[in-house]
């Protein structure tokens, strides 16, 4: 099995970490990409500990960069077995990381862009124990219906933001996720960021930053709301 690794943020004046956020790339970037949000939410979580791995193989259509697994026709299957195929390397990064701060998934949170989100949705709804949050930017769900329903095994409460103008992942995605998970029954949140493309604007940034806080410092008041 592939080794990942990535840049990192520890807490701030060396806390002790309670809290593990793990930043989740797109198709085509590397963690460098996604550890830009860390300094954002670690005023808001000064505990934390963020870590943005880089996917476990080079681009193969972008020729720089890193890939969870490949893209060409963009189909549900190849999404559904692409995540599928990557989901051992990512849960194994963060089975090690949580042992080496030794936290447990109740203070882990996953972040993910565009195929990252794939990837955070596709992890965090099979884990043995559900994280404290799956927060999306601009992605897809890999695998809905029957197939989620036979493979889910936790359901951590979500949020997913997309922009109106996305052309790389239409909104429409965002949707047609939205309808599958609430039909599974998850705690779910959703955006869209008008006038945004595939990306994370500010009004993600901020929804995403207090999810998070209200998710990982106040559970049971985030779930009783």
């Not at 090690?96 to 990252?116: C, H, I, K, P, T």
């Not at 197939?147 to 239409?170: C, F, K, N, Y």
């Not at 960021?193 to 985030?222: N, Q, S, T, V």
Request: proline share 8%; hydrophobic share 45%.
């Amino acid at each position: 099995m592939s080794r990942i690794d990535g840049p990192r943020l520890a807490p701030m004046q060396d806390r002790p970490a309670r809290q593990l956020i793990v930043l989740i790339h797109g198709f085509g970037a590397d963690g460098e990409d996604l550890i830009g949000l860390a300094p954002y939410w670690r005023r808001l979580l000064p505990d934390a500990y963020f870590v943005a791995p880089d996917g476990p193989e080079p681009c193969d259509m972008a020729g720089f960069g890193r890939q969870w697994f490949p893209l060409t026709d963009f189909s549900e299957e190849e999404r559904l077995s692409g995540a599928r195929a990557a989901a051992p390397v990512l849960d194994a990064f963060i089975d090690a990381e949580l042992e080496r701060l030794g936290l447990g998934d109740d203070n882990l949170a996953l972040v993910g862009f565009s195929q990252g989100c794939m990837m955070a949705l596709h992890v965090g709804l099979r884990r043995a124990r559900p994280p404290a949050a799956v927060v999306g930017f601009s992605g897809a769900l890999a695998g809905a219906g029957a197939v989620l329903e036979a493979e889910m095994t936790s359901r951590p409460p979500i949020l997913l933001v997309h922009g109106d103008q996305d052309p790389i992942v239409p909104v429409a995605a965002l949707h047609r996720a939205v309808e599958a998970l609430t039909e599974a029954g998850l705690s779910l949140q959703s955006h869209v960021e008008r006038g945004l493309g595939h990306g994370i604007g500010p009004e993600g940034l901020a929804l995403g930053g207090e999810f998070l806080c209200r998710m990982l410092l106040d559970p049971e008041g985030a779930l009783g709301a």
